[in-house]
């Protein structure tokens, strides 16, 4: 069943915008606020189990291991909101082989943030965390030399500001300042209320993909599919690109980096989706 579920869950969200999670440094997991992490997952254990299924219970969609059900870290029953979410999740778990690489299960390290919910904050205090990014948002910040990487930021993040002001109907600009920009409180207001549309699942994954990329606007882009993964990737990292560009870089530490930056951005944005998913598969598409 669990290949059924494969091609129906890549099929509706391309891997072209959401690759498959390449492995992770050991001990990576959703980021909490100032930088601490909420999970810091074993890094490897010999499989356990045969078989992976799903099934629906009375607060969800469960996770099947053989005979066993999925429970988090803290001992709850695992249990997630749609049955697209415990799709992917049930996919991490039946991709691994003969070792299980917990640090490549972000989906799965998300889920067990949102139901143990370790940091103990509510949907307002989610949202508030996220909307202070904007304050230090990557895009926001600008240099006034070398003359070339300030027009590189003009060329590549001013449009996409642009389009969130646009978008959310807000002025949020540039500073050159070491104090950055003056956010009027309208627009955080603005972004504190589109937020607030989300569920509290969907924000921890939002909260996840800022973390990433230090940027609201990236993120935003990103979750409403103005911006690939790889482009909001790049642009994330634009200095430091344009430093390589200029400088080198270590031989193949920096294409490790940005896998590893792009397969949790993915990740995280997969989840945000996934957990705003309202439908049902239909089992009938799920036959091999």
């Not at 945000?272 to 309202?278: A, G, I, N």
């Amino acid at each position: 069943m669990l290949s059924g579920c494969r091609r129906l869950l890549w099929g509706r969200f391309s891997t072209a915008r959401f690759p498959r999670p390449p492995p992770a440094a050991a001990g990576s997991g959703p980021v909490g606020p100032g930088g601490g992490r909420a999970y810091a997952p074993p890094a490897e254990r010999k499989r356990f189990y045969q078989n992976v299924s799903i099934s629906q219970g009375e607060g969800g969609f469960e996770i099947n291991l053989d005979h066993r059900k999925l429970k988090t870290p803290q001992g709850k029953l695992f249990t997630v909101p749609s049955e697209v979410l415990a799709i992917a999740v049930a996919t991490e778990w039946d991709s691994q082989k003969d070792t299980i690489k917990f640090y490549t299960m972000h989906l799965t390290t998300l889920c067990n943030t949102a139901l143990d919910n370790p940091t103990q904050r509510n949907k307002m205090q989610l949202i508030r965390a996220a909307v202070k990014f904007l304050e230090t948002d990557t895009v926001c910040y600008r240099v006034e030399e070398p003359a070339a990487l300030a027009e590189l930021q003009r060329d590549e993040w001013d449009p996409v500001v642009a389009w969130a002001e646009k978008r959310y109907n807000v002025a949020i600009g540039s500073s050159t300042s070491i104090l950055g920009p003056n956010i009027p409180a309208s627009t955080k207001e603005t972004f504190v209320s589109h937020l607030a549309s989300y569920n509290v699942w969907a924000l921890q994954g939002i909260e996840y993909v800022i973390t990433q990329l230090k940027s609201l606007i990236l993120s935003m882009g990103l979750i409403d599919r103005h911006i690939t993964v790889e482009k909001a990737v790049l642009l994330s990292r634009l200095e430091e690109e344009y430093q390589i560009q200029r400088w080198g870089s270590v031989e193949w530490a920096h294409d490790y980096d940005l896998c590893e930056l792009r397969a949790r951005t993915a990740a995280g944005t997969l989840f945000v989706h996934l957990c705003s998913e309202s439908s049902t598969v239909k089992h009938k598409l799920l036959q091999d």
